[in-house]
């Protein structure tokens, strides 16, 4: 029999913090570059079109000893029925054995991860003095999205955020961002006074709803989308040069936020070609022959090496499409393991 | 947060019994069939090429309101670090909202069911009045294959056991085969005197250890292949008029049991047509152009069902493709969860 520890939601949520997770999420990203990782294919199923689906993702940390796998499942009419949309775990082995380590809830890991990686686009692609950070969509990514932008980005002065369903509830979404951010994220960094002060000063900027996205898109220095849309909410024409995209939502055949068109003048940057192509923001460009697989630069992990440059001037465009792999999942779960184990958290199950 | 109950191997043995797995395994089958069972793409990953592997198997069965997966691994050196080779878990969760119901230890549901298969081979394609089966492998499905076929077929006089590599490992197990059995199998029916005398009754038979395979194999009836080779044990021009197979071992490329030839003059019924043709033992037939896809007469949930027939004469050689099917796995493991509600077996966790 085997013991291995479970982690519950609330626990999962104590033991990250953005910071450590975008530190983190790079290094998952240049472990696969450097063929310390590989992604098995991903398992997508629809319960029903638009209501309700669930992929399972996985792969392998060789680098870390593990394997593992992330389920989540999707499931629109939960929230009607007092139960959040996505649920999900992951579960991590030991890849010298196959011996189960540990399974957590999916949902925490899943929301930093993916914060992480729109803040590490911004980071590697956007301009350094980029002011305006216009985001796209305001369900449960968008506090998550915004916190590692701030992080990453010294000098964001306005957060303008877009809904295209609900103006409304953008402007409530934007009246409590600060106390909102400093609640979720802040309380990790109360030990160490000079960092809580410094991320305190970043959150202490201006929040502005907007029901005008083609002018919040002009203003813009970084935008991030993060949508279940399945068609493009910005146009091609709205988007002034040195522009940077992180595009998150896109994580399945059908869904795209922003116009297939930008990828022809854009510097392409993605997280796994493969999945890019098949499921991410990337699809549609390529599938109507706009881009070839081989016009996207690179894969970011070799960006982040300095293998390959991310933006080379001030004009360009630059798209990361971030359609979220598994060993994001499987190296903050693991980082989750070993500090619950540190910290005694979690129940022992035997297997 | 979610509680779900978490039942470790000791317990998932105790829960199981083989004549119940088999109606289980049935129903899986005839849920395919009738659309009310759908299973997703197979993920397979090799961590080292003959030495450990690993795979997932999920899918949802409509008709139970459930779907999930079940991994296992594969780590051949690990017996030499006292573990199993096999280590490996199911999870089942709602259908309707993506909650977690359970977790279990994958391996006595993999071999409970799987033993299962091959014997509702026996069941639905061998001849009824079959007297000798030859099981090729003496490894851990050994007692499965022959419980499950023993519980299937009324007329079993003599089991013949060979094992490639070592006569007397195969001598060993026939040695000990009759009170192996009945420790293993019998208990759960220990409260139903008539079923447990049948069932001691069809466990005192003869059983014998060969290294003839060609003679073995000329006077079966039935022959059950459950090894992990890569090559063909059993050549057709040995092999009688009559004879059903059912071939448990080949579930990944590469692996192979019976002489690829023997798939153009047999009736050949499989577990799943794309598992059979990408994994199974159909593989090389279907690879060499031996026989097409078409040449597969039908899945065996449809025989099952009356839908098509199995054997047509006394004379027919029948193969029976069993790649094993998350589906197997999903309808044993929601048994399991019932059954341990009931008594209150496991542990429940959260996530």
Known sequence: MFPFRVIDQVSVKQLLDMKHVIELVERAYTLKEQKEASLFPMVFHEFA????????KSGHLTGANIFGLKLVSWFGENPAKDLPALVGFVMVLDSDTGVPKGMMSGE?????????????GAKYFARPESENLLLVGCGHLAAYEIMATLITMKHIKKVTVYN?????????????????LQD??????????????????????????????????????????????HKPIIMKEWVKPGTHFSCIGADMAGKQEIDENLFTTARVFVDDVTQAINVGETKVAVQKGLISKED??????????GQTPGRLSDQDITIYDSTGIALQDLITADYILKKAEEKGVGTIAQL
Chains 1, 2 share one sequence.
Do not use: H, W
């Open 108 to 120: 925490p890991v899943t929301l930093m991860r993916t914060g992480a990686a729109g803040g590490i």
């Open 164 to 180: 295209a369903n609900s103006y409304e509830k953008a402007a409530t979404f934007c009246a409590t961002a600060k106390e909102k």
């Open 49 to 56: 079109p638009g209501k309700a689906d669930m992929d399972i």
């Open 296 to 305: 996207i630069v690179a894969e970011i992990g070799s960006v982040i090496l």
């Open 184 to 229: 979720m994220f802040l309380a990790p960094y109360q030990d160490d006074q000079e960092l809580y002060r410094t991320l305190l000063d970043r959150i202490e900027i201006e929040y502005v709803a907007t029901d005008d996205i083609r002018q919040a898109t002009e203003e813009a220095d970084i935008i991030i989308t993060a949508t279940p849309s």
